[in-house]
């Protein structure tokens, strides 16, 4: 069966500092991986996706960029957090070839930065 | 613009009651409808999942209905548990690339004992 797990649960981070939020997928090949925002009072937003190793679409513009070095992990990062970036980052990921469109979420990492 | 609205924002209901959350959309084109549910801190869960040409699908104590020609859904929780206790969000996708879903803003539903 297939896992993803994200890690880590919590972070509190200040001003300034730099960020990376990691996401690994098991049991499945060549997944299409995605990250996601949740911030309070709004529905979820999605940053990044990526189709394979090394392929990265950026959905919205920020002080945020996602890297795929290997073909289940998929990370976050940050040189310099904003206080904007506070809230709850979910990964996720879907079988490329699914007709279904269906997406499986990680638990989940909540940010906040202070 | 694609926009996905749901209501009620939040709803209180006894355990053992019945609840139907609703949601109206106005994505175009239109490839397909899902339900999650979102329990608090965690990631969302799928529960359907419809293309146009359904008009309902159930998982349990979940049902899930969709007019295309209105563009309204409906999830219909039958014999609520206090577990049923979290967000049910309402999600739309255009065809081609699944990774455009139009997310809403979910209904917090509170099953009280």
């Known amino acids: 069966s297939q896992t993803i797990h994200q890690w880590p649960a919590t972070l509190v981070q200040p001003v300034g500092s730099p960020l990376s939020l990691e996401c690994t997928v098991e049991g499945t090949s060549n997944p299409n991986l995605y990250w996601y925002r949740q911030a309070a009072g709004r529905g979820l937003q999605l940053l990044f996706y990526s189709v394979g190793i090394g392929q990265i679409s950026s959905e919205v513009p920020q002080n945020l960029s996602a890297s795929r070095p290997q073909d289940r992990q998929f990370i976050l990062s940050s040189k310099k957090l904003l206080l904007s970036d506070s809230g709850f980052y979910l990964c996720?990921?879907?079988?490329?070839?699914?007709?279904?469109?269906?997406?499986?979420f990680g638990p989940g990492t909540r940010l906040t930065v202070t | 613009k694609n926009q996905v609205e749901q209501s009620p924002q939040s709803l209180i209901i006894l355990e053992g009651k019945n609840c139907t959350l609703q949601c109206n959309y106005t994505v175009s084109p239109f490839s397909n409808l899902r339900w999650y549910k979102q329990d608090t801190g965690r990631g969302p869960v799928s529960l359907t999942i419809?293309?146009?040409s359904e008009n309902t699908k159930s998982n349990g104590r979940y049902t899930a209905t969709l007019d295309a020609d209105t563009k309204q859904s409906s999830l219909h929780i039958t014999a609520s548990q206090l577990s049923d206790s979290a967000s049910y969000i309402c999600v739309v996708s255009g065809p081609g690339n699944n990774r455009k879903l139009i997310w809403g803003l979910g209904t917090s539903l509170a099953v009280n004992p």
């Open positions: 419809m293309t146009f």
């Open positions: 996720a990921w879907s079988v490329s070839t699914s007709s279904s469109y269906e997406q499986y």
